[in-house]
């Protein structure tokens, strides 16, 4: 590679974000943009410099050496102008001490919002900032200090750990069990409208589970929230996978094929590896921590033996 570099602050956004997903889907999602945008942008930002950053594959988009090269050195210039900008901003936030979490759904409103009396008791002069919009928040663009997430980050400065797994299962109201084919085995769920995400929309991986299940369900209805997921199971609408902790506290909803179908997903806790020690974020990330521990008990149906498939 000789001569000048020609590219703008724009193109290691996109560049960083395919990288670290390894998917345009994802990083267009992340970027607030389109798969095309995404697609285009690396093309363009290969073509000026001449050189090939990824190869591509069925399965994503994978870093040629060239590429992780680039990598490291745009995250170098990510790093420096987030110290900047914490420089700038850094007294402000330090006073008011707010601290964003971006977490899913399903976490946040039927796990973390029942636990905040607890947090606030013991963090009074703390704002907490949560943000459930179905999207992966970029921490290097400060979206967000704190993320949980169903799958971690591939690259990037970033602190990363398993938080909590969690069981889900197939449920189903019983006055829709009493008035639909019985089912006895993975071959009678084909007879049963479901319900299930919108699949160019899932944002995590980890969110792709009915083919775990039986590669011929076809959702019936589908919708990017767990909740009208949720409520469209409890009026009846078909079956549906629901995570465990979510589930139990519905008691129309019964399980289906409890002893045979069973998946298993983790969260993952994500900070900013800058950020992660700073005080006003290390009291919220101990508190989840504390948290997610204290209640393990509520993620996992007891007795369950883990059953393996595809995702965290």
């Avoid at 949720?230 to 094929?257: E, M, Q």
Wanted: proline share 5%.
């Amino acid at each position: 590679m000789t001569g000048k570099l020609h590219f703008t602050t724009d193109d290691l956004l996109f560049l960083l974000a395919v990288a670290r997903t390894g998917q345009l889907s994802t990083a267009a999602r992340q970027l607030r943009t389109s798969h095309a945008t995404v697609s285009r942008r690396i093309d363009r930002l290969e073509f000026a410099l001449k050189v090939k950053l990824f190869e591509r594959n069925p399965r994503g988009y994978v870093l040629t050496g060239v590429g992780q090269r680039f990598v490291e050195a745009a995250e170098k210039i990510e790093a420096e102008t987030e110290r900047l900008q914490r420089d700038i901003a850094g007294g402000i936030t330090a006073q008011r001490r707010v601290v964003r979490l971006s977490a899913p759904e399903g976490f946040s409103n039927f796990f973390f919002t029942a636990h905040l009396g607890e947090y606030y008791a013991r963090h009074p002069n703390t704002t907490l900032e949560l943000v459930t919009i179905q999207q992966i928040m970029s921490l290097s663009r400060k979206e967000a200090d704190i993320a949980i997430a169903l799958d971690p980050p591939k690259a990037g400065p970033y602190f990363s750990e398993i938080v909590a797994e969690y069981s889900l299962h197939i449920y189903a109201t019983k006055d829709y069990l009493a008035t639909h084919e019985a089912i006895s085995e993975r071959g009678d769920l084909l007879q049963h409208l479901f319900i299930g995400y919108i699949e160019d929309m899932i944002f995590a991986p980890g969110l792709d589970y009915l083919g775990d299940i039986h590669p011929g369900i076809k959702p019936h209805f589908q919708s990017s929230s767990i909740f009208a997921q949720l409520t469209a199971v409890r009026n009846g609408l078909g079956l549906c996978v629901l995570p465990h902790f979510i589930a139990s506290k519905f008691p129309d909803l019964v399980k289906v094929l409890p002893g045979e179908v069973e998946l298993r997903r983790h969260y993952w806790l994500l900070s900013h590896r800058d950020l992660k020690d700073t005080p006003r974020v290390r009291t919220v990330i101990d508190f989840i921590q504390h948290c997610v521990k204290r209640h393990s008990d509520e993620f996992i149906l007891p007795g369950a033996a883990p059953r393996r498939g595809r995702g965290k």
